[in-house]
């Protein structure tokens, strides 16, 4: 007894460290009770965390499914023995306690208190919680995380719980096998009647009829034949619950595959409409692109219910299960048996994200497969490494291709030509790229592999700007010194063609090369791992000895621009020795002209802030970052200004625009995120948001609704009122609380600005945008605040 006793107090200890002395449930009244975490250690062996916050979207999809789930199982009888083993805990990303509370009312589990943000912080860190929602299994007795739990479920508790329900808990791995081994059961019973089934299939008029020999002919006039004698005919069937959303490019790798393993009756795939894609479905687009299993069979109560029972409640969205046709009746090593001679599942590709990352060449896509596809691919990539010099890694894997050409490379533009009319994209050899590379003084050619896609709204805005620099390069050193070759990620030879056409310099109308989009797919993904790209748009920058000189140039292109190339360390410590001295100089050219307005970049990267003292315009590049007008101070009075906003960036437009005291922030040249409003002594304004910023904290403008938000053309005006302590803005000159404007900070919020001899001045942070600002009485385009106006709070 003393030993248990011990025990329990061990484990009560553990939990209280890793959750500190209480948790709180909600309680029939509105309000929560305390659960003591200690009493709770004593009866339970897990603990599930649950990280979520109510200003995720993800996170407010699940929430309902996980409480409703958890209510039911509390309320039901799902007991084997195990379910006061197990216990589930909101653990809050909610910014403020009444998000919280709010949000947890709509739980029906324990959470961590939200003033315990010291714990939820240890929380987050010590389980690697990088995004939100996330589902963390922890073992009481060491306070550590317990992966068996997530091992068993598959590797995603949230998968699991969505595709059980109530029957997912409790979360301990002996209920969560023994569901898999029932649910598995019933798959292959499920299997077995599918392949005995008079279940027929429509075969595709767009596919090869002629492998599918023994198809009849339906009262519909189109070929159908019985799902089991596909299963006699190939040797693998990927049966694709499919969700009819026609747009989407993976249903064209499931097409690839099936074209590409047909020919020898390896594998087919089967198309079942089972889900509906945002009401956008239109399944009978995708019968004509593959054999399916039309309406008239799914209206078939047995026949669905088979289906359901072989999907297994996996069937939500775009899922494809392969399936074998044959077992082979032995046991693997680990411990799972093929059944003899009957239809098997061997792999279950969620969203098709296997198929889209290993190709047809994985097929059946199951872990061995899987686990071969990495290995070669690992070769692969090794190889690549190895051939970086010279740009071997450009050549063509047969030097006698059909094209001729040594390398993949293209140029030009393929355009709706009438027939018979030359193609205008030419394939470039590997001596025309050398030569086009060689010829300089210091023979130091640079190649560019811009890795982009049309999909990708980043790359849309940053394949001008790179254009505009490949020009003035080439301009300036001469063709020898700069090449690109993009590196395309596209869904299809569609958007690729369109994309690539785009691809041309603003007046010299140059075109850059680009690999060749059919013979590049596998090679596109082995570069990028060669280069250990995380997302697009990427550029990498190799010289002719395959020395990458970056693999990461995008942000120097824009920070920098062609004055600073090859985007080295060397030329960038260069260009921004250049850029401070030319920040130096504009601020002393603003003072000469006189008028008191000086405008400097306080907070961001260097460079990141442009202003022109002759017509005014301060410009915001890609960096949250922060202008100044430290030397326009108030310390007695009213201080006003007004921001004409010119131009949004075409990236998601901040601003927090408003005033700080002069020793709110210490300069910087760093993109550290933080701006006007971000401490105690600033306050922002963002009219795109319709927030106020201060402290750090975002609090709504008065009336959300009202016509509060900036425009371009808009006119904003700033006033801070120093013995009143109060700031004021305007929209083009109305200072109506009605518009949500008016005073917006008052008393009590706004710091003393006089009395530490520092004043209070203009600042400005914002991201992507193009303003003019108007400081002088001269230049205003309305009047400051009236008296009413600080008096109508």
């Not at 001596?431 to 210091?442: K, P, W």
Request: hydrophobic share 35%; net charge negative.
């Amino acid at each position: 007894i003393k030993m248990a006793d011990n025990d329990n107090d061990n484990k009560s200890s553990t939990l209280v460290d890793l959750l500190g002395p209480k948790l709180i449930r909600n309680t029939m009244g509105g309000g929560n009770s305390e659960i003591s975490v200690a009493e709770l250690a004593r009866t339970k062996k897990t603990i599930v965390l649950y990280f979520s916050a109510h200003w995720c979207p993800p996170c407010r999809g699940f929430t309902p499914i996980l409480s409703e789930s958890y209510a039911k199982y509390e309320e039901g009888d799902n007991n084997d023995g195990d379910d006061d083993g197990f216990e589930l805990v909101f653990v809050s990303s909610d910014r403020d306690s009444g998000a919280f509370r709010k949000y947890h009312s709509k739980m029906s589990f324990l959470a961590l208190p939200y003033e315990s943000r010291d714990i939820k912080t240890k929380l987050s860190e010590k389980f690697n919680v990088g995004g939100i929602p996330h589902l963390v299994a922890v073992d009481v007795s060491t306070g550590e995380e317990d992966t068996s739990v997530t091992a068993a479920a598959g590797g995603d508790l949230r998968s699991f719980i969505v595709q059980h329900g109530a029957a997912a808990f409790p979360l301990i791995p002996s209920h969560i096998q023994k569901m898999k081994a029932e649910a598995e059961k019933k798959q292959g019973d499920a299997l077995e009647r599918l392949a005995a089934s008079s279940i027929m299939v429509s075969v595709s008029p767009s596919l090869n009829a002629g492998h599918v020999s023994n198809a009849i002919t339906s009262e519909e006039n189109s070929p159908i034949i019985k799902f089991g004698e596909l299963l006699e005919r190939y040797e693998y069937i990927g049966l694709v619950f499919g969700d009819g959303d026609k747009a989407d490019a993976a249903y064209g790798k499931i097409q690839e595959a099936a074209e590409f393993l047909n020919d020898d009756n390896k594998f087919i795939t089967v198309y079942v409409g089972w889900t509906e894609y945002r009401g956008q479905s239109d399944h009978s687009a995708l019968w004509e692109r593959f054999h399916s299993i039309r309406e008239k069979e799914l209206t078939d109560e047995t026949t669905r219910s088979t289906l359901n029972d072989i999907a297994g409640g996996n069937g939500d969205g775009l899922m494809m299960m392969t399936i074998k046709s044959k077992g082979s009746g032995l046991c693997g090593l680990d411990g799972r048996c093929d059944p003899n001679g009957t239809p098997v599942v061997v792999s279950v590709d969620k969203g098709l994200r296997l198929l889209s990352q290993f190709g047809p060449a994985a097929c059946p896509w199951d872990e061995a497969a899987v686990k071969s596809a990495l290995q070669i691919k690992a070769r692969r990539v090794v190889n690549l490494k190895e051939r970086l010099a010279g740009f071997d890694f450009l050549r063509s894997p047969s030097s006698a291709n059909s094209s001729g050409s040594d390398s993949l490379l293209v140029r030009g533009t393929i355009n709706d030509k009438e027939e018979g009319t030359e193609d205008e994209r030419k394939h470039v050899t590997m001596d025309e790229l050398l030569s086009t590379l060689e010829g300089g003084e210091d023979d130091s050619g640079v190649l560019g592999l811009y890795f982009s896609a049309h999909w990708c709204p980043p790359c849309r805005a940053f394949t001008p700007e790179l254009l505009k620099e490949y020009e003035d390069i080439r301009t300036q050193r001469g063709a020898h010194s700069f090449e690109v070759v993009f590196v395309s990620f596209d869904n299809s030879d569609r958007e690729f063609d369109e994309y690539y056409s785009s691809m041309m310099t603003p007046h010299t109308k140059e075109q850059w090369l680009s690999l060749e989009y059919s013979k590049s797919r596998e090679l596109a993904k082995d570069l990028s791992e060669v280069f250990g790209l995380r997302g697009f748009p990427s550029l990498v920058l190799l010289n002719k000895d395959g020395i990458i000189l970056s693999n990461n140039a995008r942000s120097n292109v824009t920070k920098y621009g062609a004055g600073c190339f090859p985007w080295d360390i060397k030329s960038i410590q260069r260009g921004e020795e250049e850029l401070l001295k030319k920040e130096e100089e504009d601020i002393e050219s603003q003072r000469k002209q006189g008028g008191g307005t000086v405008v400097r970049r306080l907070l961001g990267p260097i460079g990141s802030v442009k202003y022109g003292a002759d017509d005014r315009v301060l410009e915001f590049g890609n960096a949250f970052s922060t202008a100044v007008l430290d030397e326009n101070v108030a310390k007695q009075g009213v201080l006003y200004y007004e921001v004409e906003i010119l131009e949004k960036g075409s990236r998601y437009t901040i601003a927090q625009f408003g005033f700080a005291l002069g020793n709110a922030f210490e300069k910087t040249n760093d993109d550290t995120g933080v701006g006007a409003g971000d401490n105690n002594k600033s306050w922002g304004v963002c009219g795109f948001r319709k927030e106020l910023w201060h402290d750090g904290n975002s609090a709504p403008v008065h009336d959300p609704s009202s016509t509060f938000g900036w425009e371009v053309g808009d006119v904003i005006g700033f006033a801070v009122n120093v013995e009143e302590k109060n700031i004021a803005i305007s929209k083009n000159g109305n200072w109506s609380k009605e518009a949500g404007c008016g005073v917006v900070f008052e008393k009590g919020v706004l710091m003393e600005a006089g009395g530490d001899g520092g004043g209070i001045h203009p600042a400005l942070t914002s991201r992507g945008l193009k303003v003019r600002l108007n400081v002088q009485e001269k230049d205003f385009l309305f009047t400051n605040p009236t008296e009413e106006v600080w008096g109508a709070r």
